[in-house]
């Protein structure tokens, strides 16, 4: 559950008007500014000859105003408008706020963040005309601002009272919120945030201290329209929510669609009833005594626990009543070491018909026999992992067999019993392949069988342990779409071969006996190949493959066709500057391929 920033769109033909709606305050006039505040002259003896009446609501086209806002590029698109007052036309065009600086910030929690008990009266503003501190137009003053982050905005909001009411208006508008809370003074952190985002509908909290029901209060009585919170947490904080402080969250907020939470060890049970939540991510789960799933409108869900083996949990009435209960189901994770085959039967025997992603992760009970009530039940999944398990070459035939036209991610992590042929045998029957884990897989029988030649309790004869060291085993996938390859930890490969002109990241990562000799690498897209662990000669001709891959895929831009295209020749060197090929050498310049070692 990773996260990245969030890109950002322009606004449409009404993001003129939307601008001069956000700026719905004037602040008082400074004392000593005698300029015009329509067209900057000084005002004594000065007549303006500029229309009074002029005003950027009349624009149609969104780049005829520098004030036009910018939105993050999200849900808000989709959601459905809300009914907004008369003169708050503009509550639909947010600007996410990042909040990663939050040790700058950390010994702010006592002051007010943007001094929005300012008592001045407000009265509309041109924003493009009104002229701020400095003889700044209040548009560009915005759009400063709001590329700014929290510890800016807080610093520039004690300039002068202009640009503490652009500030104030810029957390007013601000519609995503992430947020880390330092350890101290939490709760009030939190409220004096919050309650300058009245319009926050996207949450997200790095916790470095406890979480309980208090906090949680917090969030539900300061974002009423709250749509998506996500709360993660730190290696020394504890997330102390019970399950039925979770389901009664979760009640309350009719608007929620996303909920994504990690430490939830003291949950307990829940039973969680909405008909709004699509998305539920939760981690670090423990004997959970009940699980009740009333959403009907869920598509996904992530439920991870804790890797314990005295955990009570039952899963097969839980995945059987979230089958029965979630009938929209798109996407499954589940990962926990007491997945079994009773499991999956209890899934299968859900019918969902709109299951695309299905990840049952650690379950060394799931075998061939699991698959093949997955392949018959589900036969039309983009996504299988089934990482941990104990499925071997006979399991991945039957995949290919059954999703040869969809399965487009297959991650087979941590299953002992495949071998190079089945992974061989996967690329050649899934052409519309472009991912695949098959790390830990291949391992070296030596280091394998280390542990009971060192104990003493079995020891094999010295004919069968020169056998064991001459059953390294060699892979070659030729492929046309595949861009992510995964051997890391396959100590058990000493020749691999590569085809792919699509693959861009290749993780070979542990893989310690691959020979250098025995490596080639005809993959002119690659961009990343993690070695960390291999051998340094290994490296090194991985290093010497890409650079040829790169200066032989460079040289063909020096080569034209003749006109009749029969027979490829050379260019004259005039021709090798022109500009086509120049951006093309700088498109393979920047695709460079990096080795990391470490």
């Known amino acids: 559950m990773h996260h990245h920033p969030q890109p950002h769109i322009s606004t449409p033909a009404s993001a003129s008007f939307a601008a001069t709606a956000a700026f719905d305050f004037k602040p008082a006039k400074h004392r000593g500014s005698y300029n015009c505040g329509r067209c900057g002259l000084p005002k004594k003896g000065h007549v303006c000859h500029l229309n009074s009446s002029t005003n950027p ?15 993050e590029n999200s849900s808000s698109a989709s959601r459905p408008p809300h009914a907004p007052p008369i003169r708050q036309s503009y509550t639909h065009l947010r600007r996410a706020l990042s909040f990663d600086d939050i040790e700058t910030r950390a010994d702010s929690t006592e002051r007010d963040l943007d001094d929005s008990d300012s008592p001045y009266p407000g009265t509309d503003l ?7 501190s400095g003889g700044l137009p209040a548009g ?4 400063v601002l709001r590329r700014l982050p929290p510890a800016g905005l807080l610093a520039a909001a004690s300039v002068c009272k202009g640009w503490r009411e652009t500030t104030k208006r810029l957390w007013r508008a601000a519609e995503e919120l992430r947020l880390m809370v330092p ?53 020394t904080a504890v997330n102390r929510i019970t399950g039925d402080e979770l389901g009664r969250f979760v009640a ?21 009833s909405s008909s709004s939540l699509s998305t539920l991510w939760l981690s670090d789960l423990y004997s ?18 804790s890797r314990q083996e005295n955990d009570t949990t039952d899963l097969t009435t839980m995945v059987d009543a979230m089958g029965r209960s979630c009938p929209r189901l798109q996407n499954i994770h589940i990962a926990s070491v007491r997945l079994s085959h009773a499991v999956v039967l209890s899934l299968t025997a859900a019918n969902l018909r709109g299951l695309r992603m299905l990840s049952l992760v650690l379950g060394s009970e799931i075998t061939d026999a699991s698959v093949a009530a997955i392949a018959s039940s589900y036969s039309k999944l983009e996504l299988l992992d089934l990482s941990g398990s104990s499925i071997s070459d006979s399991g991945i035939g039957m995949i290919c067999n059954v999703l040869p036209n969809t399965l487009s991610r297959l991650l087979l992590a941590l299953c002992p019993n495949i071998t190079s042929s089945g992974i061989q045998f996967a690329t050649a029957q899934l052409p519309l392949l472009e991912l695949m884990d098959c790390g830990m897989t291949v391992c070296d029988p030596d280091s394998q069988n280390s542990p009971c030649d060192e104990s003493g309790d079995n020891e094999l004869p010295n004919a069968l342990n020169n056998k064991l060291h001459l059953m390294y085993q060699k892979l070659i996938i030729k492929h046309s779409r595949l861009k992510k390859l995964s051997l890391w930890g396959c100590s058990g490969l000493d020749a691999l071969c590569l085809s792919c002109p699509e693959l861009n990241d290749l993780n070979l990562n542990s893989c310690k006996n691959l020979h250098p000799e025995r490596l080639l690498l005809q993959c002119p897209s ?3 190949v993690h070695a960390s662990g291999c051998q340094e000669s290994l490296i090194g001709a991985i290093k010497s493959q890409v650079s040829d891959s790169m200066a032989s895929l460079e040289n063909q831009f020096q080569c034209k ?4 295209g029969s027979k490829r020749v050379r260019a004259p060197d005039c021709l090798s500057q022109e500009a086509s090929d120049d951006k093309k050498r700088r498109k393979v310049a920047e695709q460079q391929c990096k080795v990391l070692v470490d």
């Open 57 to 71: 609501t009349s624009i149609s086209t969104p780049t005829s105003s520098p004030s036009a806002v910018t939105v």
């Open 140 to 143: 560009c003053l915005w759009e």
């Open 183 to 235: 350890p101290r003074g939490q709760l009030r952190f939190i409220g004096s945030v919050l309650k300058k985002c009245p319009s926050l509908v996207r949450l997200s909290l790095k916790m470095e201290s406890d979480v309980d029901a208090t906090m949680l209060a917090c969030i539900a009585f300061s974002c009423p329209n709250l749509e998506s919170m996500e709360i993660s947490t730190s290696n």
């Open 561 to 564: 066709r003749l006109a009749d």
């Open 252 to 272: 309350d907020k009719r608007c929620l669609t996303s909920l994504k939470m990690e430490g939830c060890s003291n949950l307990g049970g829940f039973v969680l």
């Open 526 to 528: 690659l961009q990343n």
């Open 126 to 132: 041109d924003p493009d005309n009104e002229m701020v």
């Open 288 to 305: 959970l005594s009940k699980m009740v799933f009333n959403c009907p409108n869920l598509k996904e869900v992530s439920l991870e626990f």
